[in-house]
């Protein structure tokens, strides 16, 4: 039988039939909403995948539904043009944000998208030139952020802040993607197209300055684990017409719905020149630029990146395909408690408006323990000679800035997993395909010690030392054949192997 339910304004008018479904509603009417919006911009975001739904849009609505917030966001896509066309305009901009509370799937259609336009859209140029605006927000990987001239994305961005510059408004720009000194970033790659145009005499003099002094670049830190649309949550909605995944001709996995963990932190360093909008009461933190800084050096170079890092490679090695499962196995789970509780957790500075130890413990105990997020080793796998600098390079300059790195066991067996990984020879003696790296061929053609030296690599010279002598130890117990790799584990963890 036909479905009744449709993702829909018109859909949405059949309440009932959701709720007998057990679907949260937006508690507003998303089309008299979308009426303001038009109206009287004020939130604008580029970067229309799945995160934005599941954090950013959520947080939107809730702010909606309580009246702190009058209008939506309009959303905008520069890179896939199908995740507007098919999975956006559809169902008038609505979708269905999935995730669990004590093990019961939580239901919610968000409401707050008011509009979503390509990047071409007409329309752009009088939403940033509506004196209403007051925050861009941006999420689009930490790759998008490419400081240079052939940056589409950027090019079109910063044209239409040329539009603004022109009335004089201010604006805060706003990165929400999971990279350091993002807010920066930002800054630069739209820096250097108001330097060009200056030098060149294609804009007015005077834009650059605009950018400096009327333009803020907030630094935040975000933190949401979610992964693509997963087909197993279809039997949830299968009341719900066109719901599926679709994957696009740029190979985007995208859907109507998203899901993803419960726990969120949205920390934003609070400059707002044109206003900011109300969304404190909603788990966003406005807070100062330092306390930002201690709360992502915190997450990426303590409490879990580095934890995600660990996982990756020996899931990879004891052929796990869920980061959920490698959570079970008491070997990996006391590896990653010694790890984060005994070695990262005393380098952290406390950033007071979250307790590190508390942050911790929800990392190991709840977030990486939720089977209803499908994450593999293999995806974190991806490019770890990109992160392994940032992840544990900070914290073993600590221990030598102290004079205690000798007391290192846990972060040298995963520089040691990192060695064995790359063999890839699984701990079963079975070969497997690893993971995509930037550096692949020369990580595969260099020797231990050569990649042990290599400073882009681990942030240090790692053959200079004491604990050169004690990740190679690791690495050959490691390659002692079938099992080596457990039973070194095990030997680390319970101080049986010492070096």
Same mark, same amino acid.
């Given at each position: 039988?036909?479905?009744?339910?449709?993702?829909?304004?018109?859909?949405? /008018? #059949? =309440?009932?039939?959701?709720?007998?479904?057990?679907?949260?509603?937006?508690?507003?009417?998303?089309?008299?909403?979308?009426?303001?919006? +038009?109206?009287?911009?004020?939130?604008?975001?580029?970067?229309?995948?799945?995160?934005?739904?599941?954090?950013?849009?959520?947080?939107?609505?809730?702010?909606?539904?309580?009246?702190?917030?009058?209008?939506?966001?309009?959303?905008?896509? $520069?890179?896939?043009?199908?995740?507007?066309?098919?999975?956006?305009?559809?169902?008038?901009?609505?979708?269905?944000?999935?995730?669990?509370?004590?093990?019961?799937?939580?239901?919610?259609?968000?409401?707050?998208?008011?509009?979503?336009?390509?990047?071409?859209?007409?329309?752009?140029?009088?939403?940033?030139?509506?004196?209403?605006?007051?925050?861009?927000?941006?999420?689009?990987?930490?790759?998008?952020?490419?400081?240079?001239?052939?940056? #589409?994305?950027?090019?079109?961005?910063?044209?239409?802040?040329?539009? =603004?510059?022109?009335?004089?408004?201010?604006? +805060?720009?706003?990165?929400?993607?999971?990279?350091?000194?993002?807010?920066?970033?930002?800054?630069?790659?739209?820096?250097?197209?108001?330097?060009?145009?200056?030098?060149?005499?294609?804009?007015?003099?005077?834009?650059?300055?605009?950018?400096?002094?009327?333009?803020?670049?907030?630094?935040?830190?975000?933190?949401?684990?979610?992964?693509?649309?997963?087909?197993?949550?279809?039997?949830?909605?299968?009341?719900?017409?066109?719901?599926?995944?679709?994957?696009?001709?740029? #190979?985007?996995?995208?859907?109507?719905?998203?899901?993803?963990?419960?726990?969120?932190?949205?920390?934003?360093?609070?400059?707002?020149?044109?206003?900011?909008?109300?969304?404190?009461?909603?788990?966003?933190?406005?807070?100062?630029?330092?306390?930002? /800084?201690?709360?992502?050096?915190?997450?990426?170079?303590?409490?879990?990146?580095?934890?995600?890092?660990?996982?990756?490679?020996? $899931?990879?090695?004891?052929?796990?395909?869920?980061?959920?499962?490698?959570?079970?196995?008491?070997?990996?789970?006391?590896?990653?408690?010694?790890?984060?509780?005994?070695?990262?957790?005393?380098?952290?500075?406390?950033?007071?408006?979250?307790?590190?130890?508390?942050?911790?413990?929800?990392?190991?105990?709840?977030?990486?323990?939720?089977?209803?997020?499908?994450?593999?080793?293999?995806?974190?796998?991806?490019?770890?000679?990109?992160?392994?600098?940032?992840?544990?390079?900070?914290?073993?300059?600590?221990?030598?800035?102290?004079?205690?790195?000798?007391?290192?066991?846990?972060?040298?067996?995963?520089?040691?997993?990192?060695?064995?990984?790359?063999?890839?020879?699984?701990?079963?003696?079975?070969?497997?395909?690893?993971?995509?790296?930037?550096? +692949?061929?020369?990580?595969?053609?260099?020797?231990?010690?050569?990649?042990?030296? #290599?400073?882009?690599?681990?942030?240090?010279?790692?053959?200079?030392?004491?604990?050169?002598?004690?990740?190679? +130890?690791?690495?050959?117990?490691?390659?002692?054949?079938?099992?080596?790799?457990?039973?070194?584990?095990?030997?680390?963890?319970?101080?049986?192997?010492?070096?």
């Amino acid at each position: 039988m036909e479905s009744i339910m449709k993702l829909t304004y018109e859909g949405l /008018k #059949n =309440r009932k039939s959701w709720e007998e479904q057990g679907f949260i509603l937006p508690e507003f009417d998303p089309e008299i909403i979308a009426r303001k919006t +038009a109206e009287t911009p004020e939130w604008v975001h580029f970067g229309a995948g799945n995160i934005f739904r599941a954090y950013l849009a959520n947080v939107a609505g809730r702010a909606i539904n309580a009246g702190k917030l009058k209008t939506g966001i309009i959303a905008v896509e $520069g890179y896939d043009p199908e995740i507007i066309t098919k999975t956006y305009r559809p169902h008038d901009n609505l979708s269905v944000y999935l995730t669990w509370s004590s093990k019961k799937p939580v239901k919610t259609v968000i409401g707050s998208v008011s509009d979503s336009l390509l990047l071409s859209d007409d329309k752009l140029s009088g939403i940033f030139t509506a004196p209403s605006l007051k925050m861009v927000t941006f999420t689009i990987t930490e790759k998008g952020y490419a400081p240079r001239t052939d940056n #589409n994305l950027f090019h079109a961005v910063s044209a239409l802040l040329y539009k =603004r510059f022109l009335t004089g408004f201010p604006l +805060a720009m706003v990165s929400a993607d999971n990279c350091s000194d993002n807010g920066e970033k930002l800054k630069n790659c739209i820096r250097i197209f108001a330097e060009a145009w200056e030098k060149n005499g294609s804009s007015k003099v005077g834009f650059v300055k605009y950018i400096d002094e009327k333009i803020s670049f907030p630094q935040t830190m975000i933190d949401k684990i979610t992964p693509r649309p997963n087909p197993e949550f279809l039997s949830l909605l299968s009341d719900i017409e066109d719901i599926a995944p679709i994957l696009t001709a740029k #190979n985007t996995y995208i859907a109507p719905f998203v899901n993803a963990e419960e726990t969120e932190y949205f920390i934003v360093e609070d400059n707002f020149p044109n206003g900011k909008l109300p969304l404190e009461d909603f788990g966003v933190i406005y807070t100062d630029k330092e306390t930002v /800084k201690k709360v992502e050096k915190m997450k990426v170079s303590a409490l879990l990146n580095p934890i995600h890092t660990c996982l990756a490679l020996f $899931g990879c090695l004891l052929s796990y395909t869920k980061i959920s499962d490698e959570m079970k196995d008491p070997d990996l789970l006391l590896l990653v408690e010694n790890l984060s509780y005994n070695e990262c957790l005393p380098t952290v500075s406390d950033p007071v408006i979250i307790n590190p130890r508390e942050f911790a413990e929800t990392v190991i105990n709840v977030r990486l323990k939720n089977s209803s997020l499908p994450d593999s080793p293999q995806r974190i796998a991806s490019d770890t000679s990109q992160k392994l600098a940032v992840r544990f390079g900070e914290t073993v300059k600590y221990y030598l800035k102290n004079g205690d790195v000798e007391s290192l066991k846990f972060i040298p067996l995963v520089y040691a997993g990192f060695l064995r990984y790359l063999t890839a020879v699984d701990d079963n003696g079975n070969a497997f395909e690893l993971s995509p790296d930037p550096l +692949a061929d020369y990580l595969r053609g260099s020797t231990p010690e050569e990649l042990l030296s #290599n400073e882009n690599i681990f942030g240090l010279d790692l053959t200079k030392t004491p604990l050169y002598d004690k990740i190679i +130890a690791y690495y050959k117990s490691m390659c002692k054949g079938k099992n080596a790799v457990r039973d070194t584990i095990k030997g680390v963890n319970n101080e049986e192997i010492l070096v």
